[in-house]
């Protein structure tokens, strides 16, 4: 729902930001934490009348999470858990925000239907008993979405389980995705593949990446129509004659756009990792470099799906879909 001061303009708009606070932090453990009991049957405290599981037994969960996600915080005793003000080891940046959303993929892969609960009323607790049935793991990820919308956090738990960064006024599209699920020639499609999935990785190394495997994306693009690396120079100027349908601009225009992404690519630390390349020290640099290189593939892909005219006037078969 919008309140009030949002429906009339009277409040100031959320900051939008992939750092995660201690607030925010706080917020979604314990959105994790109301769902703990849907984890129990993979690590449950047993009743002692062997009436099966009573709930999530917190320590064999934390002793787990020591081995599948070692950076996750925890409190002196060890157990899993949120910073909280005034404690031992509290610190405004004691955690790893990237630990707590392996956590949340945990929960969410983890979330199981409870079929029953019969209160016991000896040991003052409820029996529990699962369905292999998962629409608490669907409400768990509309909790966790609305916490990182309110918030202001640029991540989504999507329907497979994945958190991702949410890039704003980035190139990436669900239209762009699909094309390129199309791509049949299988090492093109699994550069872009793997490009895609790291830049939408939250973690900021996984950036690098992303514009290492999208530039290489482009130089087997390039190639396309190269039986060998001499014929490399025909393939490009086949490729830009159909993307620029014989105007002399715009051949021009993406003739140069081809050459100017090489020459970033060779004289950057994307491609080559000599020490006279020109570091990228500002990730949002790899956003700008990203989706500047997707666009020239995403519009050349488009262009070569149908038969199109090579510069001695033959017919070319563009890429297979």
Not at 187 to 205: C, M, N, Q, S, V
Not at 296 to 308: F, H, K, S, W
Request: include cysteine.
């Amino acid at each position: 729902m919008s309140y009030y001061t949002e429906r009339h303009g009277l409040r100031t708009p959320i900051e939008r930001t992939e750092t995660i606070s201690f607030e925010m932090y706080s917020l979604l453990y314990d959105c994790c934490a109301r769902f703990f009991d849907n984890v129990a049957w993979q690590y449950p405290d047993e009743c002692p009348d062997g009436n099966g599981c009573c709930g999530l037994d917190l320590g064999k969960l934390s002793t787990a999470m020591s081995f599948e996600i070692p950076t996750l915080f925890r409190n002196q005793n060890g157990i899993i858990d949120k910073p909280h003000k005034g404690s031992w080891n509290y610190d405004d940046d004691n955690f790893d925000q990237y630990g707590l959303l392996d956590f949340i993929e945990f929960m969410y892969s983890n979330c199981k239907d409870i079929s029953s609960r019969w209160w016991h009323s000896f040991h003052r607790h409820y029996d529990i008993s699962f369905d292999n049935t998962r629409a608490s793991a669907n409400e768990f990820k509309s909790a966790i979405n609305g916490i990182f919308e309110k918030t202001g956090l640029l991540y989504t738990l999507t329907d497979q389980g994945m958190v991702e960064r949410i890039v704003e006024n980035g190139v990436l599209s669900k239209g762009i995705e699909a094309t390129v699920l199309q791509v049949k020639e299988k090492g093109l499609k699994e550069l872009l593949d793997d490009a895609i999935l790291a830049y939408k990785t939250p973690h900021p190394a996984a950036r690098k990446d992303a514009v290492e495997k999208i530039w290489d994306a482009l130089e087997r693009l390039k190639s396309y129509y190269a039986t060998s690396k001499k014929d490399k120079t025909v393939s490009i100027s086949t490729i830009v004659a159909a993307i620029s349908g014989g105007d002399d601009y715009f051949r021009t225009l993406f003739d140069n756009e081809f050459r100017v992404l090489s020459d970033i690519g060779n004289s950057c630390f994307i491609r080559h990792s000599e020490v006279y390349q020109n570091q990228i020290e500002d990730n949002r640099y790899y956003d700008y470099f990203f989706n500047r290189c997707l666009s020239l593939i995403a519009l050349t892909i488009q262009y070569l799906r149908t038969t199109g005219t090579d510069d001695a006037g033959g017919e070319t078969d563009g890429l297979p879909f």
